[in-house]
């Protein structure tokens, strides 16, 4: 398997690859921007993450494995690494490792949590999985953040090796194995790209500026457009991973699938037999649910100081990698057990595994479907039994268990086609026994009802909803919300379940929110939403939180999730998100009944961020191009070149142009640029 024939860019010879299409067209297929990362990807010793991904595209890493062109980039905007640094950065951070008068350039490539809780068998604390610290630092303790020291050139000389294995063997910048243990970041967006979005549109915004994508915005000075923008390009690329014949996908990280088949059939270290054994850890039968990380397990089959050293520097991500995509695919030939990611983060992923439960009439297992589960979020839908109407109880799945920190808790039910008085819709219960006890459940429920649940880490508030079927059950028009037909026709005596007739199919559009939490954001803006004209209702991110999980929780991960789930939304035409004209104010999204009154909205408009007007379509950004020998820079491109950096970074920014280079001014596509270069011997 290879990558594609598709001409592969060059780049700094070739005109920018990162184009406006990127940015206002996701779904399209970008032939030439997959097949230049296909070849990024099998060129590079670490697996390709989004941010790496958007890094080579952007700033232009050599197809070859030549790396980035250091020269066109200011280290003095990269994150300083140095014995004061607490904060690990994160994956895409361009770094300098600093000591004394040597300065070492890398890429951060990969990062992992690295809590003390997490034993060197792998064994996790109950507790621990599923904080990935996002939410509460203390919890996540340490992270471990890998570099690739060779991403800015093929080979490093040989004072920078003997200075990394200085620095090695001191342990005060890098540890042991020449990676960076520090506090994890804290983002205000879920665990991948955050605190590097961040990064990039702050401290290392003019490196983000003098690339192609400033050069594609109408106003590179608008922060509100610049971040819009980025998140767009960020979208579109991980896209693009995902869509890859030739790359394997484990969360945010791609690896060439030859890569991963050529190590299972390795007898080397940390080939087929040691991933093997991994595995076998990893799945290994037990009486109550277990955890394992991965990173621990990867360690004892490589000691320090043995040659090669597989897990160190950037080699240590794909090993991680590698060793996740081994248990995840014998997790789904495993009977009896149920073996799952619980946390992709710590300990380079924390596992859990645990027997299923017996069937019987009391195994909530047999009747729940896990729509959703994250470390921050879960969405499942439970098919009641009679004795749990009866009893007044709903239960719970075991992996939503660790998400209740209360005894006390309240549901809010949302019974779609029945009003709900106050008394019915918002109850106090109680958990206890992996089950919600003290539910008044409403009289037209019953057997074989399907309850969607919502709960969120440290919320007291549980969103619990049914769906109103588009057709009746054939059972009659008391059984219209939608059941499971089994447990149904189990409590009407029934030997088999009549043929239920199909509610219509839901579009389940793969983005950045969470599909399933899609109905309750419609019923919360139906419900607590502010009347608008026409019967709209509406609300911004954080009220909907608040009227999801209550007022209490603060958890910046979760409203990213609210936030963008009801981008989906807007997107797939289920609600509209009013303009605002301040940037920095909340964007304001809004229920429409039946859709009337809403107003129409132009395609345009429709753009991933907001993006209508701000980005020049058709157009070919400015930037550097790489002289062929013999060549030098015209009048011209220097004096273009020089009014274009004034206009980004002032006045008093330094202009002369890099030796060996010229300067493309911004052009429709098909226009003239006008004259870049000279013959330099015609002097």
Not at 282 to 305: C, D, F
Not at 446 to 453: L, M
Not at 518 to 538: D, K, M, S, Y
Not at 544 to 553: E, K, S, Y
Request: aromatic residues 8%; negative net charge.
């Amino acid at each position: 398997m290879t990558a594609s024939a598709t001409e592969i860019w060059r780049p700094f010879h070739d005109d920018p690859l990162f184009t406006a299409e990127l940015l206002v067209e996701p779904d399209a297929p970008h032939e030439r921007v997959l097949a230049y990362l296909e070849r990024v990807a099998l060129a590079r010793r670490a697996p390709l993450h989004v941010a790496t991904a958007f890094n080579a595209v952007h700033f232009g890493f050599g197809p070859d494995g030549s790396g980035y062109r250091g020269e066109l980039l200011d280290p003095e905007l990269f994150f300083r690494l140095d014995v004061e640094t607490e904060t690990v950065p994160e994956v895409g951070v361009f770094v300098r490792v600093e000591r004394g008068g040597h300065t070492l350039w890398a890429e951060v490539v990969g990062q992992f949590g690295a809590h003390h809780g997490v034993d060197v068998d792998g064994w996790v604390p109950p507790e621990l999985p599923g904080t990935s610290g996002w939410n509460d630092p203390a919890q996540a303790g340490e992270a471990r953040a890998i570099l690739d020291f060779e991403a800015f050139g093929i080979g490093l000389n040989h004072r920078d090796r003997a200075e990394l294995e200085r620095q090695r063997r001191r342990g005060t910048v890098l540890d042991a194995r020449g990676h960076v243990l520090g506090t994890a970041p804290v983002a205000a967006q879920p665990p991948g790209t955050g605190w590097y979005a961040d990064w990039l549109l702050t401290s290392a915004k003019p490196l983000l500026l003098s690339g192609p994508l400033g050069g594609l915005l109408t106003d590179p000075h608008d922060d509100g457009a610049l971040a819009d923008a980025l998140e767009a390009a960020l979208t579109t690329i991980g896209s693009l991973l995902t869509r890859s014949a030739i790359l394997r996908r484990w969360g945010p990280y791609a690896t060439p699938a030859d890569r991963f088949a050529e190590r299972l059939a390795s007898p080397d270290a940390l080939g087929g037999d040691d991933l093997g054994e991994i595995v076998r850890i990893v799945t290994r039968p037990a009486g109550e649910p277990r955890y394992t990380g991965v990173w621990p397990l990867l360690e004892a089959r490589v000691h320090l100081g043995e040659t090669p050293d597989l897990l160190s520097y950037a080699g240590a991500v794909e090993a991680v990698v590698h060793a996740n995509l081994a248990i995840d695919g014998e997790a789904a030939r495993l009977g009896g057990l149920d073996v799952r990611i619980d946390d992709p983060w710590q300990a380079g992923g924390v596992w859990r595994s645990a027997p299923y439960p017996a069937r019987g009439e009391e195994s909530i297992e047999d009747d729940v479907l896990l729509e959703h589960l994250d470390n921050t979020l879960t969405v499942f839908t439970v098919a009641l039994r009679a004795t749990h109407i009866d009893n007044g109880v709903l239960p719970l799945p075991t992996s939503a268990m660790k998400l209740f920190p209360h005894q006390n808790m309240i549901i809010d039910l949302f019974h779609e086609g029945e009003p709900l008085d106050d008394a019915m819709r918002v109850q106090e219960v109680v958990l206890k026994d992996n089950r919600l006890t003290g539910i008044a459940w409403p009289f037209g429920f019953y057997p074989g009802i399907k309850v969607t649940v919502a709960a969120a880490r440290g919320a007291r508030r549980v969103a619990l909803s049914t769906t109103l079927l588009d057709a009746p059950l054939p059972y009659g028009d008391d059984y219209r919300w939608a059941t499971d037909e089994k447990v149904f026709a189990a409590a009407l005596g029934l030997t088999e379940a009549a043929t239920p007739t199909p509610a219509s199919g839901r579009s389940v559009k793969p983005g950045r929110g969470v599909d399933p939490l899609g109905r309750f954001i419609v019923n919360a803006l139906r419900r607590h939403g502010e009347a608008g004209p026409f019967g709209a209702r509406q609300l911004i991110g954080p009220q909907l939180m608040t009227a999801l999980f209550g007022p209490d929780l603060v958890n910046p991960v979760l409203l990213w999730q609210v936030i963008h789930t009801c981008e989906d939304l807007v997107e797939a035409g289920k609600l509209t998100c009013e303009p605002v004209a301040d940037r920095t104010a909340p964007d304001v999204f809004v229920w429409w009944p039946d859709g009337t009154g809403a107003p129409r909205i132009p395609d345009q408009a429709r753009r991933p961020g907001g993006l209508a007007g701000q980005v020049k379509e058709h157009w070919v950004p400015p930037g550097m191009r790489q002289l062929p020998d013999g060549f030098r820079a015209s009048e011209q491109a220097k004096a273009n070149y020089a009014k274009y950096i004034r206009g980004l970074h002032g006045p008093h920014a330094p202009v002369e142009l890099r030796p060996g280079f010229t300067f493309v001014r911004g052009h429709r596509r098909g226009d003239d640029p006008g004259p870049v270069w000279l013959d330099a011997t015609s002097d």
